[in-house]
Nanobody, 124 residues
Framework: QVQLVESGGGLVQAGGSLRLSCAAS????????MGWFRQAPGKEREFVAA????????YYVDSVKGRFTISRDNAKNTVYLQMNSLKPEDTAVYYC?????????????????WGQGTQVTVSS
């Protein structure tokens, strides 16, 4: 079991930056792959980025490549999402997710553990 708490969302102008954090409980954080998803009003939850348990591999949806960076600090039980060059279409509730083991899935249905979400709003 792992519990996740996101922070760092807010309102930012287009072109600005935000860093999201996700703090995880439990002593086996390093055994979980971690992901970020987002959901805009009226849309399905969308994969944004993920990083495997060893931080050896990171994955991104095409729309954020080159702008977002996912990272993790296993000593702090925390995963981060650095978001630069933000666009209005990045506006959504961002969720942190975890799944045990080293594999990654782009489908939100394959991630059993979720945080409560944090709102990111990008104004034009």
């Amino acid at each position: 079991q792992v519990q996740l708490v996101e922070s760092g969302g807010g309102l930012v102008q287009a072109g600005g930056s935000l860093r999201l954090s996700c703090a995880a409980s439990g002593r086996t954080f390093s055994s979980y792959s971690m992901g970020w998803f987002r959901q805009a009003p009226g849309k399905e939850r969308e994969f944004v980025a993920a990083i495997n348990w060893s931080a050896g591999n990171a994955y991104y949806v095409d729309s954020v490549k080159g702008r977002f960076t996912i990272s993790r600090d296993n000593a702090k039980n925390t995963v981060y999402l650095q978001m630069n060059s933000l666009k209005p279409e990045d506006t959504a509730v961002y969720y942190c997710a975890a799944r045990y083991g080293g594999s990654i899935s782009f489908s939100h249905n394959q991630w059993p553990y979720w945080g409560q979400g944090t709102q990111v709003t990008v104004s034009s």
